[in-house]
């Protein structure tokens, strides 16, 4: 009865894992928040986590194999193997949920030193008399996210600046 018991947890685990690879995919949905100066590294973590997990799927089918066919020590050795590569796998997925919410965090937050004339932001470290510190809103968002200006004129700026065109 315990074999039997071995070989069906073993299993659950193999389809738990099955569907944490199909959910996994859900995280590069989130990538497009992320600013392009660290985009790269977390895809090649997410694709090294998603080959881990692929890892241990494969390890799951292999060790139920194992317990059925009653071969105690690679076994033992596939069990040290699992266990080995699970405390990496956690450290992984740390890693990478820890780095993909510092950088959505970092994105916009707190207060922005901004002329109350022009709207240039004066960068983080800028000093305030220094004109090379300050950068326009479009330069200062497109550096911390990932978007892309397009410009157009609002119904109020065009009636305010082109009269003759507002109708």
Known sequence: MQHILSIAMILIGAVVMLVSLVKARELHILTSFIPERSKLDIIRS???HRGMMLFFLLGYCLAAGIFFFRLPFVGEL?????LLFGALFVLLGLHIQTRMLLEIKNTLHGLLPICASC?????EDGDPHDPASWNTVEKFISDKASVDFTHSICPDCLKRLYPDIYK
């Open 46 to 48: 997410l694709r090294l």
């Open 119 to 123: 709207k240039k932001i004066r960068s």
């Open 78 to 82: 596939l069990v040290g193997l699992v």
